[in-house]
Each structure stands twice: as C-alpha cells, then as structure tokens.
C-alpha cells in the first residue's frame, strides 16, 4: 500500500487505539512501528485506567478480556504518620471506580483487533520521516524489510512517544515547550507474591514515598522514592525490603507480602507538554505531546483522552468535510492535558519528600494530608481527579 487515509506513527496504546476507533468509523489507516511486535507488546509499564478510558476501550471492541482479568478499585488508601485513610472514590463520585489493567495487556487487545480486522501494522521499520507534515499531501518515508516505502497520506497521527519523530517533525520555532523535572526518581520492584492490599496504598513517610500496587493474583509492583542516580546493582532484595517496610510501616505493625523479586527498576520522574499539539495535517497525540509522572496514573488516560478527540474529528472531516473539530483539537487536548498535569504536580510534590525539605515542610504536607482525609470537599476533588474527569468536547 503506498497511499492512506490515516498514517499513524507508532504501535502504542494511542496508535493502536486511534486505528481501531477509524476503523469503526470506516476510515482507513497504516500503523507503523520502529520496534517489533514482541518488543511492542513487552513493554512492561503500568495501568490504572480512569473509567471513561475504560468505557472508550468497551466501544472500540476491545473490553471484554479487560473485564474477565482486571481489578476494580472503588477506592485508595492514604498512608502518613503511621495511619491509613481509604478514600471511597466510588461512594464520593457516584459510583465511579479505577481499573488496574496493565498497559502491555491494552496492547495485546488491540493488536489482536486490529489484525483479526485485517489492518495493515508495519513493525521494525527504520529511517522514518514525515514529509512535508503542513501541506496538502504529507507523507510518511521509511524502510521496511530492506526496501525503502512511501505512503501518502490525508493525515498523520504522531503516537511514537516523547523520543519519537512526530515531535521533532515540527517546522523550528513552532512548539513552545513547557518541561519540570523532578529532583528525585522511583525505584521499581515486581514481586511474585499474594496482594498485601485489596487497593492501592499510596504512602508518604520522612524518607520518602512508596506505592504499592498489583498486577495479578499473584504479580505485585511496588515503588519507593529514591536519587535520580540510584542503581540497580546497589540495591540487595534485604535492603530493598527493609526500606520498603520501614516506608510503609502502620501503628498497628502492617506488613506487606514479600516475595521473590522478579524486576528492577528506576524510573525518572518529569512533566512535559509541547503545544501546539498539531501543524498542518500532522498531529500529536499521547506521550509525543506530554508527559506526566506516575504518580497521579495519568500518561495512558490522557493519551486515550486525545486519540478519542482525533478520532471525533477525523470522522466529521471524512463525512462531511467539516474542519472545526479538527482546528480546535489542540486546544481541546491541551485543556484537559494541563488539567490532568496539574493534578499529577499537585499529587507528586504533596507526597514526596523534596530535596532541601525541612520540618515545617513535612509537617505542612501532613496537615494536607489530614485535610484531605477529613475534608468530604477535599476528598471528593481528589476522586473526581483520580477517576478521570469528563470528558469535554
């Protein structure tokens, strides 16, 4: 195929998702992928999805294994000064839950509908490059299999992530970009043993934050704050599980489950946006327009919030030649995205210790904390922001 409706950079979860969305929409589209499809669906990374994002997922035809496997969490638990607060996020936003359903799992779903639906996923391709992304006909240029393609499209989606091509393919001086990174990174452990907790627990402590979470039955993944220069090589499983219980300690001697440590990890920590998210006829979608930390579960949502705006509005175009969705997407985008940004800063600087902290800081965090427990008004903003906030078109 050397022509498309649609050229979508990028297997991801937006790539994929944005093909599957066209695709009931009887649009067409190429997805193309520098890694290869073991590579692409291996990419351990997590997934707490809101529940518009999961209601998105349901629509595209691609729910069902998500609701026979995944965990649904009403709520969280708020761990400082040694007690623990669950937020009933269920009961404070109407019924509202999370879904814990790891990111590599979203890709295996939609990579199964898009080929058992017959669309066209190029995996391994090399050398690519957007051509001319603010005319009337770009194009995507890249080799496949030793044999250098073309395709010519109407649009070009760029989902290749914050250190793909999209970005850069933005004529010098067009994207303003807006960037913090954080003086402190989170050390990753998968675990093989049973939940320590029926939710998540996020925890804040004089040494640092710690998460902990799940992935399966019997897969945990557990997170403490560590220096961005940490290595992996210097943490043994003992001083590991020591920092982890001392971060998580409780008044009444909780304890998490400990197992066989199966993955380490450390993991940066920085906020991203560039806007515009579009030129011309190239737009951005996902991790290639911002990125978020972990704290506040928001990359995949966010991603999944943009690609269902694209889609809305290559659908008016292609059905009725209407541009208005299409010229207002980066600024429907980039008002949720900031949204979303502000709320992953505020959660990620009130439960991280910060470099230079002194007393009066930790004791003002803490007292937050306690508002935010106490508080219905308070608890209720944090829910609404956890579970995802409308969506707004």
Not at 329 to 351: E, I, K
């Amino acid at each position: 195929m050397t022509t498309a409706q649609v050229g979508i950079v990028g297997a991801g979860p937006a790539g994929l998702l944005l093909a599957q969305l066209l695709d009931l929409a009887g649009i067409g589209s190429v997805v193309i992928e520098t890694r290869t499809r073991e590579e692409a669906e291996g990419t351990i990374r997590a997934g707490v999805l809101e529940q518009g994002t999961v209601e998105l997922l349901t629509r595209a035809g691609v729910g069902e294994r998500l609701k026979r496997e995944a965990l649904f969490h009403r709520g969280v638990y708020l761990r400082f000064d040694g007690r623990t607060h669950h937020v009933d996020m269920h009961e404070l936003t109407g019924g509202k839950h999370v879904t814990v359903y790891a990111q590599h799992e979203v890709i295996r779903d939609l990579l199964k509908a898009r080929l058992a639906a017959g669309g066209e996923i190029l995996f391994d391709v090399t050398d690519v490059r957007i051509v001319d992304p603010g005319g009337d006909r770009p194009a995507l240029e890249f080799g496949h299999g030793g044999v250098a393609r073309r395709l010519d499209c109407d649009f070009i989606a760029g989902c290749d992530g914050s250190h793909g091509v999209s970005r850069h393919s933005f004529p010098e001086g067009t994207l303003a970009r807006h960037e913090r990174i954080y003086p402190f990174a989170w050390f990753g452990i998968m675990v093989q043993a049973p939940a320590s907790s029926d939710e998540l627990i996020y925890a804040t402590h004089e040494r640092g934050f710690a998460l902990v979470s799940t992935r399966s039955p019997t897969l945990q993944r557990m997170y403490f704050q560590c220096g961005t220069a940490e290595r992996v090589e210097d943490w043994s499983d003992d001083r590991i599980w020591e920092e982890m219980r001392a971060r998580l300690a409780t008044r009444d001697g909780w304890l998490p489950k400990e197992g066989p440590i199966t993955q380490k990890v450390v993991v940066g920590m920085r906020s991203l946006v560039v806007e515009p998210m579009r030129h011309g006829r190239l737009f951005l979608a996902g991790d290639a327009a911002h990125v978020v930390p972990p704290t506040g579960a928001k990359g995949l949502n966010l991603a999944a919030a943009d690609v269902r705006v694209l889609a809305r509005a290559l659908q008016a175009f292609y059905a009725c030649g209407d541009r208005a969705l299409l010229d207002r997407y980066s600024d429907t985008c980039l008002r949720r995205v900031w949204m979303g940004q502000r709320f992953s800063y505020w959660l990620t600087t009130l439960l991280h210790r910060g470099e230079g902290d002194t007393r009066f800081d930790q004791r003002r965090r803490l007292a937050e904390l306690d508002y935010l427990v106490t508080s219905r008004a308070a608890s209720t903003a944090f829910a609404e922001n956890y579970v995802g906030l409308p969506f707004q078109d």
